[in-house]
């Protein structure tokens, strides 16, 4: 008999590791709790570095979707998660069974709530938003204020809900930095005689070509890095946004008028993930995101067995990393089977 | 000599192996989150003092820590103890304390002087 194997979550991570699977003979359910597959890959226009449509990543993912190998249950949620001898029985919102042999956990995360940072002001202030508000925009093709017309001058402050003790994440979410540049530069893009200002504490683009963006956002897009952390927004009465921050480098505190201010949320533990983390008996870590049992080599494994995971529910992770922690995932899961 | 212009110019550096940094280990050990400073300068952004005279603490903390004494006796008197920098601060540090005892390092190193 085909071994049968659960995937609970179907954007990057689990439509990749359910392919994975599927491609190795494995029978897959993927379960998703939204009707549409793809998860975050929906809400974002183009990826950074390279600045491709993020449609083409989804496209190579859902591929393997229509493979007969893979049943998608879509629009569903999940009651009750039993495992036992027999292996892993989820109970859906349907009252339906599914038995399987191994689990993947592939919850991803959700951004970080902005208005939880009140000082910023978003959904205070008419002209506060967020990256994800202006992925929409540059989705629609066009950049507007709440009144409509074009901004002459954003800012955009990076580790809005990252390393930030005071909402309780430590951790930095490492996508934001890079997000924050690729948004400079499309605004720039879009608008031709806009400033863009980014305000940073540290600029950290440790990934695959992402210190070559930040190079082209100031050597062709002019846009402009200020280190400080941004402490408050206000809103004037013409709609304008007030900022204080300090320019650190220069010393002295700087405020500043803006048409726009965008904020880069960070990456949380997903709600999803929190309800099958108390399904499952699975255990968060220090961040809030699951705890695998090796940071090093079992990111994929957790302490209950049978149950693997796949993807940014384990942590803050670029598109290509997920895709490799969902393959490592598959992989686990086939040695599993393998010798179970 | 002024007459014809010249002046020795002291050196710019910090000069770390021989500045004192005392008042840093008073503060270190009394208040461990002044550690976790990252120079984001946010309390410095929200200072009301720091908005109309030269005062920034995120300044002052690093010369205290490099034992860059002399400019930070000056200045950190001008610290209103407000706390809005507490309200502010990414990293958690209890900023008001650091300013409370630097003041009494200072205090006591006076007290030794005389």
Redesign the interface.
């Given at each position: 008999m085909n071994k049968h194997v659960i995937v609970i979550g179907a954007g990057v991570a689990g439509l990749e590791a359910a392919g994975q699977l599927s491609r190795a003979g494995i029978d897959v359910s993927l379960i998703e709790r939204e009707k549409m597959t793809g998860g975050h890959l929906n809400d974002w226009f183009k990826l950074f570095p390279d600045r491709r449509d993020s449609r083409e990543v989804k496209d190579y993912l859902e591929k393997f979707t229509n493979n007969d190998g893979i049943k998608l249950l879509a629009g569903i949620e999940i009651e009750k998660i039993i495992n036992g001898r027999g292996g892993v029985k989820v109970t859906t919102s349907e009252g339906k069974e599914l038995i399987a042999d191994a689990l993947i956990v592939a919850t991803g995360f959700d951004l970080f709530r902005s208005s939880r940072k009140e000082?910023y002001g978003y959904e205070i202030y008419d002209n506060v938003y967020t990256s994800a508000d202006l992925e929409k925009m540059f989705r629609k093709g066009k950049i507007s204020l709440h009144n409509g017309k074009s901004p002459e001058t954003i800012g955009i402050v990076h580790?809005v809900g990252s390393?930030?003790?005071?909402v309780g994440n430590l951790y930095c979410s490492k996508l934001c930095c890079v997000t924050a540049v690729k948004q400079a530069i499309e605004i720039r893009e879009h608008l031709p005689e806009s400033k863009v200002f980014c305000f940073y504490?540290?600029m950290r683009m440790g990934g695959a070509m992402y210190e070559e963006l930040y190079r082209e956002a100031q050597e062709k897009w002019g846009v402009n890095f200020i280190?400080?952390?941004?402490?408050?927004a206000g809103e004037d009465i013409n709609n304008k946004v007030i900022i204080?921050?300090?320019?650190?480098l220069a010393?002295?505190?700087?405020k500043m008028e803006l048409d726009m201010l965008v904020l880069m949320a960070g990456m949380e533990m997903s709600e999803g993930g929190r309800k099958i983390a108390g399904l499952a008996g699975l255990n968060a870590g220090e961040n809030r995101f699951f705890a695998v049992t090796d940071q090093h080599y079992g990111s994929n494994r957790s302490s209950v067995k049978g149950i693997f995971f796949a993807g940014t529910c384990t942590a803050p992770m670029n598109i290509t990393e997920t895709i490799s922690h969902s393959r490592a995932a598959a992989t686990e899961v086939i040695s599993y089977l393998n010798n179970k | 000599m002024d007459k014809f212009g010249y002046t020795i110019s002291k050196g710019r550096q910090i000069d770390y192996d021989s500045n004192d940094r005392r008042i840093a280990e008073y503060i270190y050990e009394r208040e461990p989150s002044f550690r976790l400073c990252?120079?984001?300068?946010?309390?410095?952004?929200?200072?009301t003092t720091?908005?109309f005279t030269r005062f920034?603490l995120?300044?002052l903390n690093i010369l205290i820590k490099r034992g860059e004494n002399e400019k930070v006796r000056q200045n950190i008197r001008k610290c209103m103890l407000c706390g809005k920098c507490i309200?502010?601060?990414?990293?958690?540090v209890n900023t008001r304390n650091v300013v409370v005892l630097a003041r009494q390092a200072f205090q006591k190193s006076d007290d030794y002087a005389v």
């Open positions: 000082e580790c390393r930030d003790e005071k504490m540290d280190r400080g952390k941004v402490s408050e204080k921050v300090e320019d650190t010393g002295r505190p700087l | 990252i120079e984001c300068g946010g309390c410095s952004a929200t200072c720091g908005n920034s995120r300044e309200l502010v601060c990414p990293r958690g």
